[in-house]
């Protein structure tokens, strides 16, 4: 659905990303992972087309972006900012509902339709006891779920969530991830998310992008790309990979710090 051929992504006379190809097809779930500065935001900002590509072509549906008006990007793509405080208190609902204006003629008002739509978002998400809760009044990690059901609402094909396990607690980040992967599985949308955790790749990624310091990347599933030398190559620590046997019989890698090899300049 989404497919990225050759791109190159930057800022007027740089270039962060070069020749970057990638597909990203239904009902997926790819994780975007690399070291602070590396070029995840620039990315994500040259999808959505708020920063415009250097080269190479982002096609949606076969049909390059380019040629898609703004009004059918946002009926085919949702995003997922990092929770933020607005200055103005709406209800939870109404931040939810928000998510149909794409859906909507201008100065119409939401139809019940809409208004259901939303309301099952706010299921999907086990959320719907907030419904009339201030979106100002409620948790960090509440927020993120009202965003990401905000995003759902829309009913879009791909969804790009910018680091949505930021500034939440570790249950939380793990709902949230397992939340988003049932989502990608069940309502068959392909996702592209950021994250800091390789766990989070390993445990719910079905793709993982790579991106290295050297405008190079690597593209694959995550048990072939999240390996011990590429954690020491990107992040400068030791780890070990373990494959962990839940009691519940399933299986699953881990990667694991190697705490007293971690080395702090002086
Ligand atoms: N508006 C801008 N103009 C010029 N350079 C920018 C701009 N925004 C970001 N950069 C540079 O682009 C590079 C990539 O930044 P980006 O924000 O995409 O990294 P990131 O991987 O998202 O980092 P983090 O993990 O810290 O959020 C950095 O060197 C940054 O300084």
Redesign the pocket.
């Known amino acids: 659905m989404l497919e990225l051929h050759e791109l190159d992504?930057?800022?007027?006379q740089?270039n962060?990303l070069e020749k970057l190809s990638f597909t990203l097809g239904e009902g997926e779930l790819l994780c975007l992972l690399?070291?602070?500065?590396?070029?995840?935001?620039?990315?994500?900002?040259t999808i959505l087309g708020l920063?415009p590509s250097r080269g190479g072509e982002i096609r949606l549906n076969g049909t390059p972006t380019r040629n898609w008006s703004r009004r059918q990007f946002a009926q085919w793509v949702g995003y997922v900012p990092q929770a933020h405080t607005p200055p103005f208190p709406f209800t939870v609902r109404e931040v939810v509902t928000m998510g149909r204006v794409a859906h909507l003629s201008t100065f119409s008002s939401p139809t019940r339709q809409d208004r259901e739509i939303a309301e099952q978002a706010l299921d999907t998400l086990g959320i719907a006891y907030l419904g009339q809760s201030s979106y100002t009044e409620i948790s960090g990690g509440e927020r993120q779920l009202v965003l990401i059901a905000r995003a759902l609402a829309q009913q879009p094909r791909i969804l790009v969530m910018?680091?949505p396990t930021s500034n939440l607690d570790y249950g939380n980040q793990l709902k949230v991830m397992a939340h988003v992967s049932r989502i990608a599985r069940e309502q068959n949308m392909g996702i592209i998310l950021?994250t800091?955790y390789p766990n989070h790749a390993l445990l719910y990624a079905s793709q993982v992008l790579a991106?290295t310091r050297d405008k190079r990347y690597h593209i694959g599933h995550p048990d072939a790309i999240i390996t011990e030398g590429y954690l020491r190559a990107t992040y400068g620590v030791e780890t070990e990979i373990h494959d962990i046997h839940h009691r519940d019989g399933n299986r699953s890698r881990l990667c694991v710090p190697v705490c007293a090899n971690v080395r702090v300049e002086a």
């Open positions: 992504c930057g800022y007027a740089r962060i690399g070291p602070n500065g590396v070029g995840k935001t620039t990315l994500f900002k920063l910018d680091e950021t800091h991106l």
